[in-house]
């Protein structure tokens, strides 16, 4: 029962389009049904926009994340903190870790 409430919940998760106040439109899409979309928000400073991705596997993942913000690009993609501070580029080339929560920054 568990497995299958969690992979409905990734089915709905891995294409997702959101419309969020002061941020437009966004659409983002994962490859994996691994890692889950957990939370999505316009960044406070206003140039870009925060989300949250668990890996819910007991192994690495790859992930392909792509993003759509009125129909532009993403021009940078950077780990963040709570606090919105960006601490480094992402990878997205390389693997994501295990039961891992990630914070991305994109920057739009």
Not at 50 to 55: A, E, F, S
Not at 81 to 107: C, H, V
């Amino acid at each position: 029962m568990k497995k299958n409430i969690l992979n409905l919940l990734t089915k709905i998760a891995n294409s997702v389009q959101l419309s969020l106040p002061y941020c437009g439109a966004l659409k983002v899409s994962l490859n994996d049904e691994n890692i889950l979309l957990t939370a999505v928000k316009p960044a406070l400073s206003g140039n870009g926009i925060i989300v949250r991705l668990y890996n819910v596997s007991s192994s690495g993942q790859k992930l392909q994340l792509k993003c759509n913000h009125h129909n532009r690009r993403v021009s940078q993609i950077h780990l963040s903190n709570a606090r919105e501070k960006m601490i480094e580029p992402f990878d997205l080339q390389g693997l994501w870790p295990a039961f891992s929560l990630k914070t991305l920054f994109i920057l739009v």
